[in-house]
């Protein structure tokens, strides 16, 4: 079996591969084998020389005990010539590739060579530069021939039609039949395990135990594929035997899964007609998977259930988020706790759907934050956005309370800031500071609405807070560009109306010698 492939080295410099090519040279005279075996070595160190025979019988022998990706042969030599001896070897179905170097130009001979299937035919006295050339043709073919191997493989077959990148005709069907004993226009089963955050962790537990199910049954085929932008392993079943394997996979398989790897995990099953309809198959899964929020974990997810799933319209708790608000004015969190707890029991009662569980949840998160305002600055509007965003998107409720702690912390975080040992008029400034700073405001101006003069505001604001005006509105300027390098894709210049600079490569100017790196280089690092 040829190693081409199975061994590439790359080099120092350029950091590409560099092909493993083990080679056979065939030739009646020593001189020039061994230059040729010297030749192959300066050209490409790598190359690894298999052997060399003086005749074709010898290079007969030669070649079927080693088989090279490459021979370099001779055409006249004793006992058998270089074309009989490859002749011999097409009829026994080796195909490797063939340079032939020739002292004779006779067109009989190049148009045998040719019949023979041959790479390239090279008269002697052998140019280096010729010979390189040659070699390097070879090469990509190999190259090309690799990856076509690797496209008509299982994996490559089913990552084409998870891409949705494939368009069968019949001979592929018959080759795929020939090959691996299915088509893709037959049916088959789709079973996903979502795990969420700890997918890294247990991946390959899982992989090993989804493989170890394939590997015990005659009634289906299976392939495993990590599709880790999803955080999802996807098992294919396929050559069924003419029943469904849903049965099986629900009573046996998602129990033993559940019982040997940590939440989450969510478990989808579907039925597809034909290969080809995966890719549209694993977007409705991916849907499918808030239907976890209701059924809970274990339940294998099917859309035919889903769709017979009795829901009733979802009342809002309006009572229960008058509390929550009330209670997160006095900075409750105690209350506000529980009252979140009372909120999951309630939407549990009954079965809704996930949608209108997270509207609500929105709705109900998006009051509580809003009745805080109502008594506190805030200033970390997108961070909340992207807390909301992410129960809009949640698929387990371990996710959802993730969250929600998170935008606790973060309100206890700004709890904290407003807890300064400060007199009440440099807290008016500072609450003003955050509030108008992206709006070109002034020392004279938050003076002026303080009734004090800007002399007496600025020193108290240095003595208090350890920093100057310029120093603080600098400081938010800078927090809100980070802000929304890390969490928008939006542009220089429209990041610098945002964050109160009129130029952009002042704002840039400004953000290098405070964060050491340029805001392009920040988002970069950051993602």
Request: charged share 30%.
């Amino acid at each position: 079996m040829s190693k081409w492939g199975k061994d590439k080295k790359q080099t120092e410099e350029s950091g590409k591969e560099v092909p493993y090519m083990r080679i056979v040279i065939v030739e009646d005279e020593a001189p020039i084998r061994e230059g040729i075996a010297k030749i192959l070595q300066k050209i490409n160190p790598d190359y690894e020389l298999e052997g060399t025979a003086a005749d074709g019988q010898e290079g007969y022998a030669l070649i079927c005990r080693t088989k090279p990706e490459l021979i370099i042969m001779d055409i006249e030599m004793p006992k058998m010539n270089g074309l009989e001896m490859l002749a011999r070897l097409r009829e026994e179905g080796y195909q490797c590739k063939v340079l032939i170097l020739s002292a004779y130009s006779d067109f009989n001979y190049a148009k045998q060579a040719i019949e023979l299937n041959i790479e390239n035919y090279l008269l002697k006295p052998i140019k280096i530069r010729e010979l390189k050339k040659a070699l390097q043709q070879v090469e990509d073919s190999l190259v090309k021939e690799q990856n076509r191997e690797k496209a008509f493989s299982i994996e490559g077959i089913f990552l084409s039609c998870l891409n949705g990148q494939i368009k069968p005709d019949e001979q592929f069907h018959s080759m795929t039949r020939e090959r691996f004993g299915f088509a893709l226009e037959e049916p088959a089963e789709v079973f996903a395990i979502w795990l969420g955050d700890g997918y890294e962790e247990q991946k390959k537990r899982a992989k090993e135990l989804l493989e170890d199910v394939g590997a015990h049954t005659v009634k289906f085929a299976s392939y495993v594929i990590e599709a880790d932008a999803w955080k999802m392993l996807i098992m294919i079943l396929y050559r069924l035997d003419g029943s469904s394997q849903y049965t099986y996979f629900q009573k046996s398989v998602s129990p033993m899964l559940c019982s040997n790897l940590n939440s989450p995990i969510v478990l989808l099953w579907r039925h597809v007609d034909n290969l080809l309809e995966l890719s549209t198959v694993m977007e409705e899964m991916q849907q499918d998977r808030e239907w976890n929020l209701l059924l809970g974990k274990g339940f294998l997810i099917r859309r035919r259930d889903v769709e017979n799933i009795k829901t009733v319209p979802l009342k809002h708790p309006t009572e229960l988020e008058d509390q929550a608000c009330q209670a997160v004015k006095r900075l409750d969190r105690e209350t506000v706790s529980r009252c979140f707890k009372a909120l999951f029991q309630y939407y549990q009662e009954v079965q809704h759907t996930p949608e209108e569980v997270k509207k609500s949840l929105i709705r109900f998160t998006w009051s509580m934050i809003n009745a805080y305002k109502e008594v506190n600055e805030i200033d970390v509007d997108l961070q909340i956005q992207g807390i909301l965003r992410e129960i809009s998107e949640a698929i387990s409720w371990n996710q959802i309370d993730a969250s929600l702690h998170k935008l606790f912390d973060l309100i206890n975080e700004e709890n904290k800031k407003e807890e300064l040992p400060v007199s009440v008029l440099v807290q008016k400034a500072q609450q003003m500071i955050r509030k108008y700073y992206d709006q070109g405001i002034t020392l004279d101006e938050i003076a002026n609405k303080l009734f004090v003069s800007e002399e007496y505001l600025s020193a108290q604001f240095k003595k208090e807070t350890g920093a100057t005006f310029s120093e603080t509105i600098r400081k938010y300027r800078i927090e809100k560009v980070k802000e929304l390098l890390l969490n928008t894709h939006l542009k220089l210049n429209q990041i610098a109306e945002l964050a109160g600079y009129s130029d952009p490569k002042y704002m840039s100017r400004v953000f290098k010698e405070e964060v050491g790196m340029l805001p392009n280089e920040f988002r970069k690092s950051a993602h």
